[in-house]
């Protein structure tokens, strides 16, 4: 019988990751999303693939940040979904969507929530489970935000428009 390599311990914190994966199953592929609006992103933003916009310069400025190329492509194809116009990355400056990288450290990421909640901006914050504490302050963003959340492990996207309160874990 050939071995894994592996230990009972690495193996058994394999099935820790389980829960979440369970919880998370539900919006599979969009099902149980009832939102038309989240239903579109999960389907054109998060299932897709190929960029829809060759052209996009969030690409480029993302990579050279170190964000996986599979991450910026569904960031700059949510900015051709949502009609995105402006971005910035790692500032607090006027444009449709804000992007927070790991450059951002976690305590600055709820000033950066309720900047772009004044100004009706989309917070895309990267890497959200970093750390425990960066992953309680986003609780604590999610928690306070009176619109709709997605949360999809590689980043938690806060819009700050029309959409009711909701979170979305996929």
């Not at 400056?93 to 900047?115: F, G, H, K, N, V």
Request: glycine residues 4%; hydrophobic residues 35%; positive net charge.
């Amino acid at each position: 019988m050939k071995r894994s390599g592996r230990t009972l311990k690495q193996r058994l914190q394999d099935l820790s990751y389980l829960p979440s994966y369970i919880s998370r199953a539900r919006y599979f592929r969009g099902h149980g999303v009832h939102s038309p609006y989240v239903y579109r992103i999960v389907r054109q933003v998060f299932m897709q693939r190929k960029l829809y916009d060759a052209q996009s310069a969030i690409f480029p400025a993302l990579r050279e940040r170190g964000i996986a190329e599979r991450r910026c492509t569904e960031i700059a194809n949510l900015m051709t979904v949502c009609e995105y116009g402006g971005w910035v990355v790692d500032t607090m400056s006027q444009a449709d969507i804000i992007i927070a990288t790991l450059d951002t450290r976690y305590p600055q990421l709820e000033e950066y929530a309720a900047y772009a909640r004044s100004v009706g901006a989309t917070l895309c914050i990267m890497n959200p489970y970093d750390n425990r504490e960066r992953w309680a302050v986003c609780q604590r963003i999610i928690d306070a935000h009176p619109s709709t959340t997605v949360d999809n492990r590689a980043y938690l996207l806060i819009f700050n428009n029309h959409l009711p309160k909701q979170r979305f874990r996929l």
